[in-house]
């Protein structure tokens, strides 16, 4: 998933940009040692690149308050 939201050259990571602006909500379901912090990383970036001077602070209060609101929530489980 993490792959799909950066992939700039197809357009993807503006379209999820745009669906996040527009209030959409994000449901992560997986392995919760390697690929929901991948896809944690992956929507940080998403808001640094896409927020003129946002720093890697910014971006982590901006996924907190996504948190928050109840717009991204995760349901994971432990790889072993």
């Known amino acids: 998933m993490q792959h ?11 379209e999820v940009g745009e669906l996040l ?6 449901y992560v379901c997986g ?18 690149e896409r927020t003129q001077g946002a720093d890697e602070s910014a971006a982590e ?9 109840g717009r991204y929530v995760e349901d994971v489980y432990a790889a072993g």
């Open 4 to 14: 799909r939201i950066a992939a700039e050259a197809e357009g993807e990571a503006e």
């Open 21 to 26: 602006d527009a209030g959409a909500r994000v």
């Open 31 to 48: 392995d919760g040692s390697r690929m929901a912090p991948g896809v944690q990383d992956a929507f940080r970036t998403l808001y640094r």
């Open 61 to 69: 209060r901006w996924l907190d308050e996504l948190v928050e609101t």
